[in-house]
């Protein structure tokens, strides 16, 4: 059975983990810019990494089968410096016209602060002006509800309707403000900590199947870009049906990828 791995650092994961995907039935992810795993100290940095990601991944992931899409931002862990995330703004809508680039993100909130949610503000500006999707990052710290809130009220008052924006990294305690709010909402499965594959499974049986994808996040730290598919073991071992698991790891994010038109699954 195919699946999709809508949130995937691929960056900084190797040709075997393409290779292993692919035969786990991965045919198409989603990239989001984000941290690398070091601050950037120039807006070149930015725009090598946004060549990166709209030209070098998506060769990488074809000769594996796999369709590479992307998103494109100055992410909320390097976002403390307002001037120098406005210069990287300015470069992003060079690519905002390729192929595969779905819209902004992952943008957010990390620590919750003032500079952040101004950068953040800057990107649903961006997103309005060029009509782009967005996908949110938020906190993993002990503020997630209070982040997630703020990123919700936000991106009301910038005036994007919700079901064009993807609330990531949603656990037990923030899924279901975001559901009711009429966002779509992403489950980052981690090996260990945070939303394991049997979490997610037990919020799916909570909060149904509507609007929720689910996602590894993998990406230069511990993590498993085979999260997807293991989730999906997980539901088979609950005896779910396959229409479901089929709706939650594909039929999902093509629903909602597909409205920015740039998705493509054929790899
Ligand atoms: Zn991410």
Redesign the pocket.
Known sequence: MKYIDP???MVSRTTDDYRRMAQAGCVAITE?A?WAGFDRCSVEGFRDYFRQLTVVEPARAAQYGIAHHTWLCINPKEAEDVGFAREVLSIIPEFLDAPTVLGIG?IGLNKNSRNELEVFALHLELAVQRNQMVLV?TPHLEDKRKGTLLIMDAVENAGLTPDRVLI?HVEEHTVGDVLDRGFWAGM?LYPDTKCTPQRAVDILERWGTDRIWLNS?G?WGDSDPLAVPKARMEMRRRRHPEAMIEQVTFGNPIAFLSRSGHFRIDG
Request: charged share 25%; glycine share 0%.
């Open positions: 949130h995937i650092h989001p984000f992952e990052h990531d980052t996040a990406d």
